[in-house]
């Protein structure tokens, strides 16, 4: 009987929840007061974790982040090794998730598709 999630899946799933309260409760940079993880991806070999992260301002500049989590990688790293039960903590590689600009994007063009269509 096959796994409900691989153990790819169950380890990413910790890694975010890990790193999540590490940022919240762990860092002193202020460029990482305004950041949350969405998502992480795991390399098949869990030696690379992708870390994707949105800025709770959509409209905010995320180099100055994108920077602060480069710049906090190694402090991140060692505080994941502390809390997981795995042989290699995987290297972590930081990317801006703009999706939820995204989809503000889109709610904003389908309010106007809707409005435009309601003034015939």
Known sequence: MPREFSRNQRLGAQVLRT????????????????????????????????VYYSLLEPDANPQPVQEGLERAAGFLRSRLGQSLDVRHVPELRFAHDDSIAQGAEISRLIDDAGGARDDR
């Open 19 to 50: 790193l999540s309260e590490v940022l919240r409760f762990e860092t002193k940079d202020p460029r990482l007061a305004a950041v949350s993880l969405t998502a992480v991806d795991l390399s098949r070999d869990l030696s690379v974790a992708r």
